[in-house]
């Protein structure tokens, strides 16, 4: 679908996701994230840049598994991790759409929980390249999970958590031949409907990611 066809779908409120392409699991148990290679942080840091040109190619397992540790994965016994949060609230939750259906992001497990068994993809940003590239990550925040921190901050606090992930996983692709960008051109409520999202729960930015296309 064109970026104003989508547009114009936000617009009157119908902007839905398509039925998913394939199968979803309830759960899907990642391996273990390898903490060693890619670039070196000034190589990464040189090649980092946002793209909007995909392969639909779908992301090996483990590809998924590094990206989402990087994101937001736990990189400490007692729990630390690898993306910063005020008074450690862990208010951002990231979830996955892909083809076959939108997941949540476990780090604790380090596994995605089923969210929706539906090809969202098409409804995480107006931009028509996100329909088909492989992966569309959500950046949610949960404010219940922020009664430590004033009230008139979590909003800005959440943002700059999400920012933190965002850029953790341009870091990763940079070093790991895949493309990323980010984006704030969404349509919250569809994107948070199509979630099940409860009235805490705040959808923030999208982040697409996979192959570039031509590589």
């Known amino acids: 679908m064109t970026t104003l066809g989508k547009f114009a779908l936000g617009l009157m409120g119908k902007l839905r996701p398509q039925p998913a392409l394939g199968d979803a699991a309830a759960v899907i148990t990642l391996p273990p994230?390898?903490?060693?290679?890619?670039l070196p942080l000034m190589e990464a840091l040189a090649a980092r840049r946002s793209r909007r040109d995909y392969s639909p190619d779908e992301l090996?397992?483990?590809?998924?598994?590094?990206?989402l540790w990087a994101a937001g994965g736990v990189n400490r016994d007692d729990g630390g991790r690898t993306a910063p949060s005020a008074l450690?609230?862990?208010?951002?939750d990231i979830f996955a759409a892909l083809?076959?259906?939108?997941y949540?992001?476990?780090?604790?497990?380090?596994?995605?929980?089923?969210?929706?068994?539906?090809?969202l993809r098409r409804i995480t940003g107006y931009q028509d390249f996100v329909d088909d590239a492989p992966l569309d990550l959500v950046y949610v925040a949960d404010h219940a999970r922020m009664r430590f921190i004033p009230a008139g901050r979590r909003e800005a606090y959440a943002h700059v958590a999400a920012g933190a992930m965002a850029q953790n996983v341009y870091l990763y692709a940079a070093g790991s031949g895949l493309g990323a960008v980010i984006r704030a051109w969404i349509d919250g409520a569809a994107i948070a409907d199509a979630l099940g999202l409860t009235h805490d729960?705040?959808?923030?930015?999208?982040?697409?990611?996979?192959?570039?296309?031509?590589?």
């Not at 450690?88 to 951002?92: V, W």
């Not at 083809?99 to 939108?102: C, D, F, M, Q």
């Not at 992001?105 to 929980?113: F, I, T, V």
Request: hydrophobic letters at 35%; proline letters at 7%.
């Open 60 to 67: 090996p397992l483990r590809q998924l598994s590094n990206l």
């Open 104 to 119: 949540r992001y476990d780090a604790a497990r380090h596994e995605l929980q089923l969210a929706a068994g539906a090809d």
């Open 201 to 215: 729960q705040q959808v923030l930015l999208s982040q697409t990611v996979g192959y570039p296309a031509g590589a």
């Open 33 to 38: 994230p390898d903490r060693q290679g890619g």
């Open 88 to 92: 450690g609230a862990h208010e951002i």
């Open 99 to 102: 083809p076959a259906g939108a």
